[in-house]
């Protein structure tokens, strides 16, 4: 995957505030480039270091086999959920709660689109020069 590609994906997830999510559709989106499969390849590859629980699936589902991870860092940071984030649930079952979009996806200000247009101006750049 093109090292500028992965770097813009990252500097978008930096950028979310806490208690925000976006998917990783609206990521692509932003960046307009990309879908959502290749934002999800560069934050499974790369994301360690990002915050990778405010980057989740359209329907609001925490990415897949750290649903526990992520709840710890919702709950800390207030994310709004909506199911039963209490149930104990079996290994490879799936949750009964999820993000709730309506209320946690982020909208970023003015001045978060400057940067994110910022950041895909320079990936514009980047594949202009592979051309």
């Known amino acids: 995957m093109r090292e500028q590609y992965m770097e813009a994906v990252l500097a978008v997830a930096a ?16 960046l307009d480039c990309g879908g959502p499969r290749q934002v999800g390849a560069v934050m499974s590859a ?5 915050p990778w ?11 897949l086999c750290h ?3 992520a709840l ?3 709950r800390e940071e207030g994310t709004a959920l909506r199911g039963d984030v209490g149930a ?12 709730d979009m309506r209320v946690a996806r982020w909208n970023p200000a003015e001045a978060d689109f400057d940067a994110i247009d910022a950041i895909a101006a320079l990936l514009k750049e980047a ?3 592979t051309d």
Do not use: F, M, N, T
Request: hydrophobic residues 45%; aromatic residues 8%; without cysteine.
């Open 46 to 50: 790369q994301g360690s270091d990002a």
């Open 127 to 129: 594949d202009a020069g």
């Open 53 to 63: 629980w405010r980057v989740i699936r359209a329907s609001g589902a925490a990415p």
């Open 72 to 74: 710890r860092h919702y």
């Open 15 to 30: 950028l979310i505030p806490s208690a925000r999510v976006l998917s990783y559709g609206d990521i692509a989106s932003l």
């Open 67 to 69: 649903e526990g991870r």
């Open 88 to 99: 104990v649930v079996p290994a490879g079952k799936a949750v009964p709660w999820r993000v």
